[in-house]
């Protein structure tokens, strides 16, 4: 925009932040008591996962493609550390022809 539609358009906003910060800013808010809340239980400690549903949450890992897939953690502990996660080969780049 240039000239004259550039000072309209900058004058317009102007006034338009300037009643927009009138009216939320000098009217109070709403005299409303706060609710009552009941006290919060403790929270239940979570219930074990059963075999499907710990393969339900890598059902949609096949979307990735070329992503390593994920191990499901074995049931019982095991004193060895976890395998190392299989990385994908790098796809291969042709070089550019030479001009």
């Known amino acids: 925009m240039r000239g004259p539609a550039r000072a309209w ?3 317009a906003m102007a006034v338009l932040c ?17 609710p009552a809340h009941p006290p919060r239980p403790e ?3 979570p219930r074990p996962l059963t075999s499907e549903e710990r393969r339900s949450m ?3 890992w096949p979307l990735f493609e070329g992503w390593p897939l994920p191990q499901l953690p074995s049931d019982e502990p095991s004193s060895t550390p976890p395998p190392e996660p ?7 780049q042709e070089p550019p022809p030479a001009p």
């Open 9 to 11: 358009s900058i004058a």
């Open 18 to 34: 300037t009643v927009l910060a009138i009216l939320l800013l000098r009217s109070p808010p709403p005299s409303v008591p706060a």
């Open 43 to 45: 929270p239940e400690k």
């Open 58 to 60: 890598y059902r949609a």
């Open 86 to 92: 299989q990385k994908p080969p790098a796809p291969k």
